[in-house]
């Protein structure tokens, strides 16, 4: 399994993650199902009726929205093993060795599945690639697109005979093609945070910052919880080698996260306006 990282659910460290209304009751329905005892009666029930019993997730949304943290705390909250991958670091330069790699990778994860107590999960990140709309043959590159049709090929027919669960995350999926689109069984959209789950994030990141401050900082700041984390480790590492520590460095390091000339229109000055 060289292209796959084989993670334990022990090996998974809790964290604690914050969502919108609409974004929790999705997590807290995949959480459900994924619970051993209602995943073995789903399954069973499932079979009785000629059915697939194999579950293929979609979670998508913007970078640093929690997507796969996500996967990784469902999968430590329900006792399973994660088999990662991710699909961009495979690609071969030899034709036709990509696909290979494709098809071995499920051929590893159903072995994982009949081996464990507990169905493992099979998280493919970054994604983006392979599930765009396909692309006819004949054009610029047509060697290249008949290897990434190909690929495509293997995954969906993978996604077909699947017998346990597989989560894909992508941060695009405005060309995500229709084969795929209906493979998928849940397809999770994870928001920019609320400004009450941003003032959660900003507080348990750094549990000194007090009510109003943390508010202020969520609302001013549309930030994702990656981000968020991001200025967390900035303010540990300063207040370790310069002893900064407070509000308005804090405001510093959220302006210098802000890529240069990327307007960021969700802002607003903080403190009161009349």
């Not at 994924?34 to 998508?60: E, M, P, T, V």
């Not at 796969?68 to 030899?94: C, F, H, N, P, Y």
């Not at 597989?166 to 689109?181: E, G, H, K, S």
């Not at 900064?244 to 229109?265: M, V, W, Y």
Request: glycine residues 6%; proline residues 3%; aromatic residues 8%.
């Amino acid at each position: 399994m060289d292209h796959i990282n084989l993670i334990t659910s022990k090996e998974i460290k809790p964290k604690t993650l914050y969502y919108s209304a609409e974004d929790q009751h999705q997590i807290d329905t995949l959480s459900q199902l994924l619970d051993d005892k209602q995943l073995k009666a789903i399954r069973k029930r499932l079979q009785q009726a000629n059915l697939r019993k194999g579950f293929n997730c979609l979670f998508y949304g913007g970078p640093g929205t929690g997507k796969t943290e996500t996967a990784l705390q469902l999968a430590r909250a329900t006792g399973r093993d994660i088999m990662q991958v991710d699909i961009s670091s495979i690609r071969d330069k030899w034709y036709g060795e990509t696909e290979k790699i494709v098809q071995q990778i499920f051929v590893d994860y159903a072995q994982q599945v009949r081996r464990s107590k507990r169905i493992p999960i099979l998280l493919i990140n970054e994604a983006d690639a392979i599930l765009s709309v396909r692309t006819p043959i004949g054009s610029s590159n047509p060697t290249l697109e008949k290897t990434e049709n190909a690929i495509q090929n293997i995954l969906l027919q993978a996604m077909e005979n699947i017998e346990g669960i597989m989560i894909a995350t992508t941060n695009l999926t405005c060309n995500l093609d229709p084969a795929f689109d209906r493979r998928f069984l849940y397809k999770v959209e994870f928001h920019q945070p609320s400004v009450e789950a941003k003032t959660h994030i900003w507080q348990s990141f750094l549990p000194d910052l007090v009510d109003d401050d943390a508010q202020a900082l969520a609302t001013t700041y549309d930030f994702s919880g990656g981000q968020i984390e991001n200025i967390a480790r900035k303010v540990f590492v300063d207040k370790l080698l310069f002893g900064h520590t407070d509000f308005e460095h804090i405001l510093e390091l959220c302006a210098k996260e802000q890529i240069s000339g990327r307007n960021n229109s969700s802002r607003k000055p903080i403190g009161f306006n009349n």
